[in-house]
């Protein structure tokens, strides 16, 4: 007895085991089709889907050429973008003035990093030309081609279509190829202009069509030359085409799409009121879904301390300011507040940095006028009575200068002609104090694009005045600084809210969810019935074709459910409506 019972009681645990093994299998399985259900249902971005991607970039700045004419910008501006594209992750490979070797053994090189899945950024600035419908991008040893010379550009230039054919057999996930080379025919140029024929297309590069996964980006459109500088008084020293990009490609839940058209309208309006010439950046878009080089984050903190709190001392003397690098704490600070624009510390930063910047101009500098644009800027500025005395000591030097012997009859002196100040520097200093009263210039450059332009009208418009809004003025600057409290309204962007002046992700309560609107809605439920009949209708579909029609013709006639709609061919499966909600096969609408 006692030993059927001990087999007995095997039994039971040996059943017990193997219905614990099937119901873990089923619940397994059960976990795994629904978290593929929800991979296929999410939609996914390229640069949010997984935060490690590797990302990749090869950076190509050439100047120096030897037969052809040389080009101003293009080191400086290839040095800026490495040094932005390693702050956003990039594994860069940055070369300057190569020759057709050794640019052929770096784009060599570089293919061979590329891993497949990674995001990949080509970016070239220096000569190029178009030739039967191909782009080269030319080495800085091109000799001076002739017409009848054809041959020789195609094995000495870099073939643009060739390199993104390489690029895409690496397999990369997404590849960016941004291209500066939308110049004068260097060829012609160094002929002499004389002859009407010359080897490539006039000016520019040509339309390319890239392959799938890529994106292409033109700093000029087809026969536009890209500008290097906006006259005699711009001291930049990139390209309009790269300082335009750069605060862009920096910008956070910025997609590449609406960046290339804010980029276009940006060069656009400062290539026409810079020199009244056209420049509008190109693109060629065969890009699969969304990519952001800075994707969006859920919650962003703001650090205690970065670069713009370091490199920046806002109680500097004058002395300080002399010898201080302000260049660097200019750019860090700009960065700070486009990324910060509600931190009202780094817009402070900002300005105290600008102020500083004008004083060690015109203290080192001979010419009052630079000191008097100053005190005109800032009439209670911090160094005011240091630039009165600096405009004395230079007064003082001039009469020293001066001759003894002075004419019997002097002249009647002419009035005093007007303190001329730099527009780049009043409207960087105009942009600071927009942003600072909540009327977003969206970039603090002292170029007075379209959005700046909006930014005077919103001001104007919350304040009833009508101070000139297509360029930066004294008077309005005068007036915005005599706001202490915010003049625009803060608008967030849709799925955000506004919490203590600040615009941050809304976040819905068990139970609701955001709807098209960006705002919390109740998530309905179905009924019980309704939940009964999905899943009758699960288990019927689970069953084989005839006796799922079988099963559905015995409960039509039985008038279980009624029939709403026309037939269906195939299984013969009927449309039920049931309350709000239409079912076919298994599948629900509401």
């Known amino acids: 007895m006692a030993g059927s019972l001990s087999t007995f009681n095997s039994a039971i645990r040996i059943a017990t085991l193997i219905a614990f093994v099937v119901v873990a299998q089923i619940f397994d399985h059960s976990a795994t089709a629904f978290a593929q259900e929800a991979i296929r249902a999410t939609p996914v971005k390229l640069s949010e889907a997984i935060p490690s991607t590797k990302r990749f970039a090869l950076v190509i700045g050439n100047s120096a050429y030897r037969n052809v004419p040389g080009l101003r910008n293009t080191k400086s501006d290839a040095a800026a973008m490495a040094v932005k594209l390693r702050g956003l992750g990039y594994e860069v490979v940055h070369a300057t003035d190569l020759d057709r070797r050794s640019m052929n053994e770096t784009i060599t090189s570089f293919l061979a990093r590329i891993e497949p899945g990674s995001e990949v950024l080509v970016y070239y600035s220096g000569h190029g030309v178009e030739l039967n419908g191909s782009n080269y991008l030319l080495p800085v040893d091109i000799p001076a081609l002739s017409p009848d010379q054809e041959r020789m550009l195609r094995t000495e230039g870099a073939n643009l279509t060739d390199l993104l054919l390489d690029l895409e057999g690496r397999s990369p996930r997404v590849t960016l190829v941004i291209l500066d080379a939308c110049r004068d025919n260097p060829f012609r140029e160094a002929n002499g202009g004389a002859t009407t024929r010359s080897l490539g297309a006039t000016r520019g590069l040509g339309r390319v069509d890239p392959p799938r996964g890529t994106f292409v980006i033109f700093s000029a459109g087809v026969g536009e030359q890209a500008i290097d500088n906006l006259g005699s008084q711009d001291t930049n020293p990139n390209g309009l085409f790269t300082r ?328 013969d499966l009927t449309p039920r409506k049931i309350g709000g909600c239409q079912y076919f096969n298994g599948i629900s609408a509401c």
């Open 244 to 571: 335009k990009l750069l605060p862009l490609i920096g910008q956070e839940g910025l997609e590449i799409r609406p960046m290339v058209q804010r980029l276009r309208a940006e060069v656009r309006e400062a290539a026409l009121s810079g020199n009244g010439r056209s420049q509008i950046p190109s693109y060629y878009d065969q890009l699969l879904g969304e990519f952001y080089f800075r994707p969006k984050s859920q919650e962003t903190e703001v650090p205690t301390q970065n670069s713009c709190d370091r490199l920046v001392d806002a109680d500097a003397s004058a002395t300080s300011v002399l010898k201080a690098d302000l260049e660097a704490g200019l750019e860090a600070c700009t960065s700070a507040v486009t990324q910060f624009p509600s931190e009202a510390r780094f817009v402070r930063q900002l300005q105290a940095v600008q102020e500083q910047r004008m004083v060690q101009r015109a203290l080192n500098s001979d010419q009052a006028d630079l000191s008097r644009a100053y005190l005109l800027l800032y009439p209670a500025g911090r160094f005011a009575a240091d630039l009165r005395a600096h405009i004395a000591t230079l007064g003082s030097a001039s009469e020293t200068k001066r001759a003894p012997e002075q004419p019997v009859n002097v002249p009647v002196p002419s009035p005093p002609t007007p303190i001329v100040v730099p527009q780049v520097d009043l409207g960087r200093v105009l942009q600071t104090e927009l942003k600072r009263v909540g009327c977003d210039p969206v970039s603090v450059d002292g170029t007075w694009g379209p959005a700046s332009t909006r930014a005077m009208i919103n001001y104007n418009r919350f304040t009833h005045v009508s101070f000139e809004t297509a360029k930066p003025t004294i008077e309005a600057l005068e007036a915005v600084r005599g706001h202490s409290e915010r003049i625009c309204p803060l608008v967030c962007s849709r799925g955000e809210h506004i919490v203590s002046d600040k615009c941050v992700p809304i976040t819905c309560k068990f139970g609701f969810r955001q709807d098209s609107m960006g705002l919390c809605a109740k998530i309905e439920r179905p009924t019980r019935k309704i939940q009964e009949e999905i899943s009758n209708n699960k288990v019927n579909n689970n069953r084989p074709t005839e006796t799922r029609r079988k099963s559905n013709n015995y409960r039509l006639a039985n008038n279980k459910i009624k029939p709403s709609g026309r037939r269906l061919f195939g299984d």
